[in-house]
């Protein structure tokens, strides 16, 4: 594994490279949770897998986290900070491969929002927050279902069953745009992390086909 720092608008970045065994056929870019780190139990699985699978993995702490603050800056700041990254990977260790984008939870979001700027051809979705926890006074805030529809790309949302951010209603899917995946679990995703990992692997199989191998990346 190798540890970069990228420079974006609030401070540096940090990206945890993960090569590819053997000739890289794609990238996978994955941000963390808003109160997490990029050791989740997920990501982790995840990222071993798509190695062992041809796909080089660089998992994203944003600057906040970098800098020691547990606070979440607001949506526009961690896009802000993700797109510089991106165009740094594409430009750096992930050079001439298609990169598909993700994270769990908070990172999954920011993935959804920025994947047309940034030029994901796909989108990771693990435990997609997609409704806020009700308030003190029973409200809730709306749904994020449409960050997850404006994607524009193929995307695969990981969730929990009993998962307490929710679940994408069955009426609500849209096969030609999204897939979700439902798992054992809750929003932290640890009870099966092996079944995730071989989901996600399956889905990566689709969009980075075994045959299209580029570059490995450094």
Same mark, same amino acid.
């Given at each position: 594994?190798?540890?970069?720092?990228?420079?974006?608008?609030?401070?540096?970045?940090?990206?945890?490279?993960?090569?590819?065994?053997?000739?890289?056929?794609?990238?996978?870019?994955?941000?963390?949770?808003?109160?997490?780190?990029?050791?989740?139990?997920?990501?982790?699985?995840?990222t071993?897998?798509?190695?062992a699978?041809?796909?080089?993995?660089?998992?994203?702490?944003? *600057?906040? #986290?970098?800098? @020691?603050?547990?606070?979440?800056?607001?949506? !526009?700041? &961690?896009?802000? /900070?993700?797109? +510089?990254? =991106?165009?740094?990977?594409?430009?750096?260790?992930?050079?001439?491969?298609?990169?598909?984008?993700?994270?769990?939870?908070?990172?999954?979001?920011?993935?959804?929002?920025?994947?047309t700027?940034?030029?994901?051809?796909?989108?990771?979705?693990?435990?997609?927050?997609?409704?806020? *926890?009700? #308030?003190?006074? @029973?409200?809730?805030?709306?749904s994020?279902? !449409?960050? &997850?529809?404006? /994607?524009?790309? +193929?995307? =695969?949302?990981?969730?929990?069953?009993?998962?307490?951010?929710?679940?994408?209603?069955?009426?609500?899917?849209?096969?030609?745009?999204?897939?979700v995946?439902?798992?054992?679990?809750?929003?932290?995703?640890?009870?099966?992390?092996?079944?995730?990992?071989?989901?996600?692997?399956?889905?990566?199989?689709?969009?980075?086909?075994?045959?299209?191998?580029?570059?490995?990346?450094?």
């Open positions: 594994m190798t540890v970069m720092e990228l420079d974006t608008p609030h401070g540096p970045a940090r990206a945890h490279l993960h090569p590819a065994t053997g000739a890289a056929r794609g990238g996978l870019v994955l941000g963390h949770g808003a109160g997490g780190s990029v050791t989740a139990p997920d990501l982790v699985a995840v071993a897998a798509a190695v699978a041809g796909v080089s993995v660089a998992l994203v702490e944003q *600057p906040y #986290r970098v800098a @020691g603050k547990k606070s979440t800056p607001p949506a !526009p700041k &961690l896009d802000e /900070a993700w797109i +510089p990254v =991106l165009a740094a990977l594409r430009d750096g260790p992930l050079a001439g491969l298609p990169v598909v984008c993700g994270g769990r939870s908070s990172g999954a979001r920011v993935a959804c929002r920025t994947a700027a940034v030029g994901a051809v796909a989108v990771l979705c693990l435990a997609f927050p997609l409704q806020p *926890p009700a #308030r003190r006074d @029973g409200t809730s805030g709306p994020r279902l !449409p960050e &997850l529809a404006g /994607a524009g790309v +193929p995307t =695969l949302v990981v969730q929990g069953v009993n998962d307490r951010f929710g679940m994408v209603d069955d009426d609500a899917q849209d096969p030609a745009r999204w897939t995946a439902r798992v054992p679990g809750d929003h932290g995703l640890k009870k099966d992390v092996r079944g995730i990992a071989d989901t996600v692997v399956a889905w990566l199989d689709d969009r980075l086909p075994l045959g299209a191998s580029g570059p490995e990346a450094r």
